[in-house]
């Protein structure tokens, strides 16, 4: 079936140390976007990316990293720059052509917890 | 600046009611509109997409308002099923990947 898998399901993380959330998505699509969805808040763009080996920041990208080495894949690193990262992370993709553009379909998303 | 503004709710509604709600956005450019559906704890799925005056789909209608800047979700014979958070999404016309604004979600509880 195609999709989207983030992966792990929850995540902790220790004082000042890096932790990466996999995303992976087999629906060929060119874009990819990670949000960050804190209580009661709306999604907030991170990073996004229209095209393998170029993504560019979103709202809220200090603190955090990405790669887009292949189309599948759009890893998110969370470093210890960011002071505040328990959250809901959320990886999404979409076409960037034709009627259903910009249609974001999301993955089961990440908890990151903070030890 | 731009934003997207819902009632949080919660919304509490009794099975077999109609309930509606609005979605307010502030960039006149605005131009294509999505609700999605987020249960607890889960990821957002696509419910609509609204590119002119509005949609139906089964039990649920959007309608736009371009005038007056807001887009509405009506859902008919609510079901228990329907409980969850709709988050409304608005796209920036000519905006690119970053051009999509969530708003925070409307709340809605589907009483027995």
């Known amino acids: 079936d195609g999709g989207i898998t983030q992966s792990p399901k929850y995540l902790f993380r220790k004082e000042g140390q890096n932790v990466t959330l996999s995303c992976e998505q087999n629906?060929?699509?060119?874009?990819m976007y990670w949000y960050r969805q804190d209580p009661g808040q709306g999604l907030r763009l991170i990073y996004y990316s229209q095209i393998v080996n170029d993504f560019q920041k979103g709202d809220i990208a200090e603190g955090y990293s990405v790669s887009r080495e292949k189309k599948e894949s759009f890893p998110l690193t969370v470093t210890s720059a960011q002071k505040n990262p328990t959250a809901f992370y959320l990886c999404?993709?979409?076409?960037?052509?034709?009627?259903?553009?910009?249609?974001?379909?999301f993955g089961a998303g990440t908890r990151l917890s903070v030890l | 600046r731009k934003e997207v503004e819902q009632d949080p709710g919660p919304f509490n509604v009794p099975e077999g009611a109609t309930v509606a709600f609005n979605c307010t956005y502030s960039n006149s450019a605005s131009q294509s509109f999505f609700w999605y559906r987020q249960d607890c704890r889960k990821e957002p799925k696509l419910l609509m997409s609204v590119y002119s005056s509005g949609n139906e789909d089964g039990r649920f209608t959007a309608q736009l308002n371009r005038a007056s800047q807001y887009i509405s979700l009506l859902i008919r014979d609510s079901k228990l099923s329907d409980s969850a958070t709709y988050l409304c999404v608005a796209l920036i016309s000519g905006g690119g990947a970053d051009g999509l604004t969530f708003g925070k979600g409307t709340h809605l509880i589907i009483q027995p």
């Open positions: 629906l060929n699509h060119d874009a």
């Open positions: 999404a993709s979409s076409i960037m052509a034709g009627l259903a553009k910009n249609i974001q379909y």
